[in-house]
């Protein structure tokens, strides 16, 4: 079973401030996503990366995946109350009997206060 | 359209009711995704249907039942639920199954609660 460590599992912090979510595994996934998911509804993709040592940039958020294709990290930039959300990693599995099947994290609570 | 429709958004049901939840999509995805939430959790993979076929059952139990009568529509029937099983119920979709850049269109889901 290929499992995800997601940290920290809650962060309350002021608006301008800087955050950095780190998800972490023992086992190679083939793709890791990222998705932001707001009260009462699903769970948004923000970012696929695929590339060992891979870096994306959305904006003020800037997705980084780990050369051995084990961990990923989500730095925001500058947090705004609009980016409160439950954050989310998730690993993709490719091939054998799990084909398709996409691993979650325990997720993120973000809260940014005004 | 590029959206993932679930309906209903919200659903009460008794332990000895049978219901149905149904999900739609128009994207021209062939794999679809069943999930389950609890609150402040994430997402539990459930079933995946590949090609309209069942080609993953998370041991599952058998109160909840899958079908995917088309490419884009697929159901969950429900049937002596237990109160445990109120949660968030996310559908997702994507082009296929094997492609790793492939990301996750969900639904807004079906908030059910059994009493």
């Known amino acids: 079973t290929q499992l995800l460590e997601q940290s920290p599992q809650f962060l309350s912090i002021q608006e301008g401030e800087n955050l950095t979510v780190y998800c972490n595994s023992s086992s190679v996934f083939s793709s890791l996503q990222w998705y932001r998911q707001e009260p009462g509804e699903g769970p948004v993709l923000l970012v696929t990366?695929?590339?060992?040592?891979e870096v994306k940039k959305l904006k003020r958020l800037t997705f980084q995946f780990g050369d051995a294709r084990k961990d990923s990290s989500l730095h925001i930039t500058a947090a705004q109350p609009g980016d409160t959300g439950l954050y989310l990693c998730?690993?993709?599995?490719?091939?054998?009997?799990?084909?398709?099947?996409?691993?979650f994290g325990q997720g993120t609570i973000l809260t940014v206060h005004p | 359209d590029t959206e993932v429709t679930q309906t209903p958004k919200h659903l009460v049901m008794g332990m000895t009711n049978k219901k149905s939840l149904k999900c739609e999509q128009h994207m021209g995805h062939r794999a679809m995704y069943w999930y389950k939430q609890k609150a402040k959790k994430p997402p539990e993979l459930m079933f995946v249907?590949?090609?309209?076929?069942?080609?993953i059952n998370e041991s599952v139990p058998s109160r909840f039942s899958p079908e995917c009568p088309n490419s884009s529509l697929l159901n969950l029937h429900l049937h002596a639920l237990q109160p445990e099983d109120s949660a968030l119920y996310l559908c997702?979709?994507?082009?296929?199954?094997?492609?790793?850049?492939?990301?996750?269109?969900f639904g807004s889901g079906t908030r059910l609660t059994v009493v």
């Open positions: 997702a979709s994507t082009p296929g199954a094997g492609d790793n850049s492939w990301g996750y269109t």
């Open positions: 249907y590949s090609y309209e076929k069942l080609s």
């Open positions: 998730a690993g993709r599995n490719a091939g054998g009997t799990s084909y398709g099947k996409l691993t």
């Open positions: 990366v695929v590339t060992g040592g």
